[in-house]
C-alpha cells in the first residue's frame, strides 16, 4: 500500500470517528429542514434556502446565494440556489442536491419521527436527508484538515421535482454548474446501487375542445370527452409500440427496462396526460416526432387538439471505469464491505446537468427508493405514508467523503 492510500486510510477512520460522535446532531437539521414543507408541485416554502444558507455560513463554507429571486407577489418562495465550497485550487468534486419534495399526502408527513437510527418525513430520503450527509461530509473534511487535491462544492437547488427549471437548468445556462469541475456525487436514495445513467423524458399537456350545446341540441355541438377518448386510442397504440423498446443498461427490475409512454399523471410542472420517457438519446427525438405526427393526425381527422411541452430532459450515461467511478466504488466497499452495483435511475436524474457538460456524474445513497426496507431492517411503520425515511447511521453516510480523498 502506498503512502497516499495509507493517508487516506487514516482520514477516513477519522472522518468515521467524528461523524459517529454527531449523529444527533445531524439528525436535528435533518428533522428543521423536514418539517418545512417545500412542496413542488406547486414550489413554495423556498426560504428554506435562506435557512439553509445561515446554517452553511455558521460552520464557515463560503457561500454565493444566486438564482431569480422571489416574485413581487410571492417573497417567501425564492428562486435561488446555494453554492458552497471548501478547499483551494482550480479542480472541484461537486456534491449536488435538491430541497424541494413531492407533494405530501398529508400535513402529517411534515411532522418528522426518528425511530433509532430512522427519521421518517416527507423529503428526509429525496433528498434533504442526502443534503445534510453532504454538508456534514464538507463539515468532517474541514475538521480533520483533510489533505484535499483541490475543492469541494456542495450546490443545492430548487425545481428538481418538475424537471430542473429555474434550478440546475438555469445554473447551466448561465455558465455558474460545475465551474472547473473534475465531477459530481449526488445523494439520492438509490437503495445502495450507483446511478450512473437515466432515461430521457418528454412531458406535454394535451387539451381537446368541444363545443356547448343543449342536451336535446347535441347534434349542434362537439362532445370534447369524446374526442378526447379518440386522441387517447391513436396514442395508446403508439404506447404498444414505443414500450416493446428495451435497454441493455443494468437496472434491477426487468419490467423497468422497457420504455415508456404513460397516459396521465405528474410530470414537469402539473398533470400531464402524457409522458413519454426514452432510454437513448437518439431515442426521445424519435419518439418526440411520433408522438407530434399522432396529434398532426387527429387535426386531419376532424379533432384539434392543443398542447404544451412541460419537459424535455435528454438520457445521459456516465462509464464507472473513470477515475471517480473506480474512486466511489472503492470507498462504497471500504465503508459498507460490499462493491456497489452500477445501474440505470428507473426515471431522470441530474447527474445529466454535469454529464452534458462533460463531466463524470454518480449518484448514491444506501438508503432504499420509495421506502423499499432494507432486509435486515424490521419495518417499524407499515403505513406507505410515512416510508419516506433517512438511515441516519452515520457509516451508511461516508462513501462520498472517502470518494474525494481518493482522487
Known amino acids: 500500500m502506498n503512502r497516499r492510500s495509507n493517508d487516506v486510510t487514516a482520514q477516513s477512520a477519522a472522518i468515521l470517528s467524528w461523524l459517529r460522535q454527531r449523529e444527533s446532531e445531524m439528525a436535528a437539521l435533518l428533522a428543521d429542514l423536514v418539517a418545512i414543507p417545500t412542496e413542488n408541485p406547486p414550489g413554495k416554502n423556498y426560504r428554506i434556502g435562506v435557512d439553509f444558507l445561515s446554517h452553511l455560513r455558521q460552520v464557515g463554507l463560503d ?3 444566486l438564482g431569480l429571486g422571489a416574485s413581487r407577489d410571492d417573497a417567501a418562495n425564492s428562486l435561488e ?3 458552497a465550497s471548501y478547499g483551494s485550487g482550480e ?13 405530501a399526502q398529508t400535513s402529517a408527513q411534515f411532522q418528522p419521527q426518528r425511530k433509532d437510527h430512522f427519521l421518517f418525513g416527507r423529503g428526509s430520503a429525496d433528498m434533504k436527508g442526502g443534503i445534510v450527509a453532504m454538508l456534514y461530509a464538507i463539515r468532517a473534511l474541514k475538521e480533520i484538515a483533510a489533505d484535499l487535491k483541490g475543492r469541494i462544492g456542495l450546490t443545492v437547488v430548487p425545481n428538481e421535482e418538475v424537471g430542473g427549471t429555474d434550478g440546475t437548468a438555469w445554473l447551466a445556462q448561465q455558465g455558474l454548474l460545475g465551474r472547473d469541475g473534475i465531477g459530481m456525487l449526488l445523494a439520492e436514495p438509490t437503495s445502495g446501487v450507483v446511478w450512473n445513467a437515466n432515461r ?9 375542445f368541444g363545443k356547448h350545446a343543449h342536451v336535446g341540441l347535441q347534434h349542434q355541438g362537439k362532445n370534447a370527452f369524446e374526442r378526447m377518448h379518440a386522441v387517447v386510442e391513436k396514442l395508446q397504440q403508439l404506447k404498444r409500440e414505443v414500450e416493446q423498446r428495451t435497454t441493455r ?3 434491477l427490475s426487468q419490467q423497468a427496462r422497457n420504455s415508456i409512454l404513460m397516459l396521465g399523471g405528474e410530470s414537469g410542472g402539473g398533470t400531464s396526460p402524457l409522458t413519454v420517457g426514452a432510454i437513448q438519446k437518439k431515442a426521445l ?6 408522438l407530434l405526427d399522432v396529434l398532426e ?7 384539434p387538439p392543443d398542447w404544451d411541452i412541460l419537459q424535455e430532459c435528454a438520457s445521459t450515461f456516465c462509464g464507472e471505469d473513470g477515475p471517480l467511478g473506480k474512486a466511489l466504488s472503492q470507498s462504497v466497499h471500504a465503508v459498507t464491505g460490499e462493491a456497489p452495483r452500477f445501474e440505470m435511475c428507473p426515471g431522470l436524474l441530474e447527474i445529466r446537468f454535469y454529464a452534458a457538460q462533460g463531466m463524470p456524474a454518480f449518484a448514491y445513497g ?4 420509495r421506502g423499499a426496507w432494507p432486509k435486515q431492517i424490521r419495518r417499524p411503520e407499515k403505513n406507505r405514508r410515512h416510508r419516506r425515511h433517512l438511515c441516519t447511521d452515520s457509516d451508511r453516510n461516508a462513501s462520498c467523503i472517502v470518494s474525494a480523498l481518493s482522487l
Open 200 to 208: 430521457g423524458a418528454i412531458s406535454l399537456r394535451v387539451r381537446v
Open 249 to 251: 443498461f443494468n437496472i
Open 63 to 65: 457561500c454565493e446565494r
Open 285 to 290: 427525438p424519435r419518439k418526440k416526432t411520433m
Open 297 to 303: 393526425r387527429c387535426k386531419q381527422d376532424g379533432i
Open 81 to 83: 440556489s446555494l453554492l
Open 91 to 103: 479542480r472541484a468534486l461537486y456534491f449536488h442536491g435538491h430541497y424541494d419534495v413531492a407533494p
Open 366 to 369: 444506501g438508503i432504499a427508493l
